[in-house]
């Protein structure tokens, strides 16, 4: 039976369509089933909820929110936008529906829909051999089919679910003719299963850094935030007592509070039934104190939104403010909480190789310390509640973590705190900020799946969801037993945090086996080492490639001494420089200015950090680790900067053709201005003398008078 939220269980088993001793499916559909008058189960509803929502069987998909808001997967009966044989998905369907209304044991919507996507894939399999009924399936046909179709057996996903069919015989509209399915019966070999995917690092670093700072930003301002929150569910609250007020008294100017008459009929009738009059003007306060309110909130019915009303004076405020940032509606504020609540999950995640279901029983009080050791600050997360004391934990239930990851949480707190505080006895300790009128906790599957969701939306909105050359040829380090390409989409989960986490404290050296295993709860070893597993290769790998870029820059700044030494040409405000100072050949015949000319000598250097140099262009070359000219260079900047050492002057001429160029067919076309003249005429001459100091001959380019015409004399005398 599907596993309902508190409150939910009874609007959803309690149908119009059945007394209340009656089970919808097995009562009232599966007979009609059985006696195959498709036609009129098509016509009923399959799913149905209080509000007034309901998905017909006959349709295609039926969304998980017609049974609960909080609820975001679907059952969706096509393959790739096709419908399969009419028989067959009606089989699918009635199979969902038995899972859904029947069985002891309590089961996730989301559960049911991978169900449904694996018999869907037995389903096609099925009808390429013209099998459309699953009563056609006996232990030779299904061997058979497994023989011709080992990928799609080999995983033990079809086993599992013919297996629960078994149990639900009694509840289909089919006949089951298999007995209980195993490997061995149907001669297969389960293959390994597919091992979560390491985040790849340029994912990883812009996730991480974005994420960093929008909680860095916002932390700034956690008074303000909790105090806006408050405000926000206050004037929720109002509007809902209104509304409630309005539908007691009965004012016929009234506004109506239910999204549709269904909904008002059917909570009338069940407060009706509880001997409560829906609109009594209050006076079952008398007899029934209490009583009329503990009603709406067990039926907890969908009511207008407040943005109907919200440009009425009556119910005008002012904007939600969070430092500069302003918020005209509840609506836009919300979705700003969506996405810190998103952001900060993802990095306590990230930063501490927690599970979903360790984050999900932080106490919002005590799930983040903090204690000085040997003068350090060390932050931690902690999940076991029942032990829980200000600074005195059990090992057993620490995963250390950054400031980032202590602040994330922190933040997270401040979210939650507003909405706990006004939950009757709340299941979790994470709300539902989608929840407006009647606030609820959020359960570990919901806001697993929204996690999901929001992090593979922000991948696409960043374009950081193709996989590059780069990501590939990692992934292939990191996870060889799986095939991926340039170009397709990557797919976060959340158990890749835990996956990444031990990946990189292994691969980067920072933390020995021994200590991974500890802060990621595992019983053993060999599970610590199949979590970093092809960490240590790619570590190592690292290592090799950092070797070869030192060893090239030491190359680098080795050879512009040389070229110095031997007095060759060089230009740059630094190369000019250290050909200044260097005067002569006897200047490198000394100790110390000897070993300059040595590869090992700046080796050392770059190790350490004393030393820096990296490309900003073809033969150009800047030694300041702060540079920020790597994308854009503009070469008037380079001429005499203190930092650049210029030793050839190729990308320099061409530049200078094409700011030539350039100049002349903005003058022909008469788009020039004085902003764009000067632009490119300061590059042609900064060209010139880099060209000039590199003694490499060119013919200067003489400037039109019509160019010159929109240029100050200094410009043209650069």
Excluded at 542 to 567: F, P
């Amino acid at each position: 039976m599907l596993k309902l939220r508190e409150g939910i269980s009874y609007q959803f088993l309690s149908t119009p369509f059945c007394n209340n001793d009656e089970n919808y499916y097995r009562d009232k559909l599966l007979p009609l089933m059985k006696e195959c008058k498709w036609k009129e189960v098509g016509a009923l509803p399959a799913l149905f909820s209080a509000n007034g929502n309901s998905v017909s069987f006959d349709e295609d998909k039926w969304a998980g929110d017609v049974i609960s808001k909080h609820e975001i997967e679907s059952l969706t009966f096509t393959v790739d936008d096709r419908k399969l044989e009419r028989n067959i998905t009606n089989e699918i369907k009635s199979f969902s529906l038995a899972r859904i209304y029947t069985g002891k044991s309590l089961i996730s919507f989301g559960s049911i829909r991978g169900d449904v996507n694996v018999l869907k894939k037995l389903a096609t399999v099925m009808l390429e051999r013209g099998l459309d009924s699953f009563s056609m399936l006996n232990n030779r046909v299904l061997k058979e089919l497994a023989n011709d179709n080992y990928e799609l057996f080999s995983d033990g996903r079809i086993l599992s679910v013919l297996n629960i069919i078994i149990k639900h015989y009694d509840h289909l509209p089919f006949s089951v003719n298999f007995t209980k399915q195993t490997a061995r019966k149907l001669g297969i070999v389960y293959r390994p299963k597919k091992q979560h995917l390491v985040i790849p690092p340029r994912i990883f670093h812009n996730l991480i850094n974005d994420y960093t700072v929008q909680i860095n930003l916002t932390l700034r301002h956690l008074p303000q935030l909790e105090s806006e929150i408050e405000r926000m569910l206050d004037i929720q609250q109002r509007f809902k007592d209104y509304l409630f007020r309005c539908l007691r008294e009965g004012a016929s100017s009234a506004p109506f509070p239910f999204k549709n008459m269904q909904v008002y009929e059917y909570i009338q009738g069940h407060f009706t039934q509880n001997g409560i009059e829906l609109v009594d003007n209050f006076s079952s306060e008398v007899t029934k104190p209490g009583k009329w309110e503990e009603l709406m909130e067990e039926l907890k019915p969908s009511l207008k939104g407040f943005s109907a009303y919200s440009e009425l004076s009556t119910w005008s405020f002012e904007p939600f403010k969070l430092g500069k940032l302003s918020f005209a509606t509840i609506g836009s504020f919300k979705d700003y909480l969506f996405e810190l609540d998103y952001k900060c999950k993802a990095m306590c995640l990230i930063l501490s190789g927690m599970r979903i279901d360790e984050l999900n029983s932080m106490h919002p009080d005590f799930g983040a310390q903090s204690y000085t050791y040997n003068q350090q600050k060390i932050h931690v997360f902690t999940t076991r509640q029942s032990k829980i004391k200000t600074g005195i934990q059990t090992i057993e239930d620490i995963f250390v973590t950054t400031q980032t990851g202590h602040n994330a949480f922190k933040l997270l707190s401040t979210i939650h705190r507003p909405y706990l505080k006004r939950i009757k006895e709340p299941s979790g300790f994470f709300a539902s900020l989608k929840a407006s009128n009647f606030l609820t906790t959020n359960t570990k599957a919901g806001w697993n799946a929204s996690l999901r969701e929001n992090v593979n939306k922000w991948l696409n909105a960043n374009c950081l969801n193709r996989l590059t050359v780069d990501d590939v040829s990692f992934l292939q380090t990191s996870n060889p037993d799986q095939e991926h390409s340039v170009g397709l989409n990557y797919k976060f989960t959340p158990h890749q945090t835990r996956r990444s986490f031990a990946f990189y404290m292994i691969g980067l050296e920072l933390m020995a086996f021994p200590q991974l295993k500890k802060q990621l709860s595992h019983l053993s070893t060999a599970m610590t080492r199949h979590y970093a597993n092809n960490a240590t290769y790619w570590g190592k790998l690292r290592n090799e490639l950092d070797e070869e870029r030192v060893l090239q820059r030491s190359k680098l700044l080795s050879n512009v001494y040389e070229r110095i030494a031997q007095n060759g040409r060089i230009a740059g405000g630094k190369g000019k420089a250290l050909k200044k100072i260097a005067g002569s050949h006897n200047y490198f015949e000394l100790g110390d200015n000897k070993r300059k000319l040595d590869v090992g000598y700046w080796r050392e250097l770059l190790k350490s950090g004393k030393s820096h140099i990296h490309a900003i262009a073809p033969g150009m070359y800047c030694t300041n680790n702060q540079c920020d000219m790597r994308i854009n260079v503009s070469l008037d900047e380079c001429v005499d900067c203190e930092f650049d050492v210029i030793m050839d002057g190729l990308y320099a001429e061409g530049k200078r053709l094409n700011a030539h160029r350039n100049l002349s067919i903005l003058d022909e076309q008469g788009e020039l201005n004085s902003s764009v003249a000067s632009q490119l005429v300061v590059q042609i001459r900064s060209c010139e003398r880099i060209l000039s100091d590199l003694e490499i001959p060119f013919e200067q380019i003489i400037l039109p008078q019509s160019v010159e015409n929109f240029l100050i004399p200094d410009v043209v005398s650069i």
